[in-house]
């Protein structure tokens, strides 16, 4: 166990950049892509917005469960403080790793994709992607490397323009008159395994487009008012993002109808060369690339923290906990930076995008019965904000996450096999790490 106060993380965060990593580490690209192939799996209008409210609902709950724990356990890492506290190192270094993999993968592929979309603004530059790639990696690395301070500066002030961009996306809609609400499909067949296993691959794509909502709770232990400041900003981010995904599902349907947005590839591209002619795609491109910008800074500052935890603990090398002058943890950024970098090179990452949603679901799934168990085990911890409704709501999420996860088995089998072989990876390896740790 290391604790050194040379190696504490410093308190130098607030309620105004908790709401802005929530913001800028949820919406991103997939809320422009996901609702043509949604619309394509569920073929129904009131379908598709009642899955997107539900992904919504279910997110909602979560924050309501994670408002506790983080403000009862305001450590470095998130969700893998209360697995280990409620369930042993164990589970503990399982759902760490299975984050820290999850969150780790992100900042390569936002690399390449904001390349991607430079290059279809200034297409000269076709021939230096990766290059581009890898110049806004090492960029965001000396940006962190040079302080908290300043990634948190540049996440807030990314994640309003890109509100704002959105904001003017969905008025841009709204004053559409071309073409109305389409009629509601009367479809009666919802039970048909065909449409059961469409909805279920539509929670998977619209709960793998909310991920991120709990990444205030990676910083709680560097909020300078955890106990007030993390239920505050989980609720008003989590109900800012349901707001804005319903309400972009609602102005896209608006501009085109449900049958059509099912052929779309890229929806919002298609939706905006409708109102605002050939600019369409710019605008689209432009409001892309500072999504990913405010994402990809996000995800820049997450898998560090996480890394930072669980070296703290031992299931990392020791130096996995240095941090520098500016309060950020040095190693643990420039480990996730040479991965993130290793995957641009390589460009091989997209087969293990595909179990964020399960993994995601898992940790989630393990952390709700973490405040179960906690609050049975340690009644008397310090809990400065309860969950409301405690413990139906908590109940609720847990028995929402079992589903999703049976039925995310059941439409991607391959994604749970990938699960499958790296638990059973992890435990003679924290086997090893268990006994270096003791020697």
């Not at 410093?10 to 991103?28: C, E, H, Q, R």
């Not at 298609?270 to 990913?292: C, P, Q």
Request: charged share 10%; hydrophobic share 50%; proline share 4%.
């Amino acid at each position: 166990m290391i604790d050194s106060k040379k190696n504490q993380l410093k308190k130098s965060l607030g309620l105004s950049f908790n709401i802005a990593v929530l913001i800028g580490g949820t919406i991103g690209v997939g809320i422009l892509r996901t609702p043509g192939t949604i619309a394509s799996l569920l073929d129904n209008y009131w379908l598709i917005i009642i899955s997107w409210l539900i992904g919504g609902l279910y997110v909602l709950l979560g924050a309501n469960s994670y408002a506790e724990l983080a403000t009862m356990l305001p450590k470095a890492g998130g969700s893998y403080n209360y697995i280990k506290r409620a369930f042993g190192d164990y589970a503990g270094f399982l759902s760490g790793w299975f984050d820290y993999i999850t969150n780790v993968i992100p900042p390569a592929f936002y690399c390449i994709v904001i390349s991607e979309y430079i290059i279809i603004l200034f297409p000269d530059l076709a021939s230096y992607s990766t290059a581009i790639a890898i110049s806004l990696l090492l960029t965001f690395v000396l940006l962190h490397l040079s302080g908290v301070k300043n990634g948190s500066a540049i996440q807030q002030i990314t994640s309003f323009i890109k509100v704002i961009c959105f904001v003017c996306l969905l008025v841009a809609c709204f004053m559409y008159s071309g073409v109305k609400l389409p009629a509601i499909p009367k479809d009666n067949s919802f039970f048909q395994m065909g449409l059961l296993l469409g909805f279920f691959k539509s929670l998977q794509l619209i709960i793998g487009t909310y991920n991120g909502w709990n990444g205030v709770c990676f910083f709680a232990e560097e909020n300078d008012n955890p106990g007030k400041d993390i239920p505050r900003s989980l609720y008003s981010g989590v109900l800012l993002v349901i707001a804005i995904y319903v309400l972009l599902n609602v102005a896209f349907f608006h501009v085109l109808p449900v049958e059509t947005l099912a052929k779309s590839n890229l929806a919002a591209a298609d939706v905006a060369n409708i109102i605002f002619g050939k600019n369409g795609a710019i605008i689209v491109t432009v409001i892309s690339i500072f999504s990913l910008i405010s994402i990809l800074n996000a995800f820049m500052m997450i898998p560090p923290r996480i890394l930072y935890g669980l070296s703290r603990d031992g299931f990392f090398v020791d130096k996995g906990t240095n941090v520098n002058k500016g309060g950020t943890p040095i190693v643990a950024l420039l480990v996730s930076s040479l991965f993130s970098l290793i995957l641009i090179c390589i460009g091989s990452f997209e087969a293990l995008f595909s179990f964020a949603a399960f993994t995601s679901i898992i940790v989630w799934g393990l952390a709700y019965l973490s405040l179960l168990k906690l609050r049975a085990k340690e009644p008397d911890l310090p809990r400065p904000y309860h969950s409301f409704w405690y413990p139906w709501s908590t109940i609720i999420a847990i028995i929402v996450s079992l589903a999703l996860l049976i039925g995310f088995i059941y439409s991607d089998p391959k994604s749970f096999g990938i699960i499958v072989i790296i638990t059973l990876i992890s435990y003679p390896l924290f086997l090893i790490l268990n006994r270096i740790k003791n020697k």
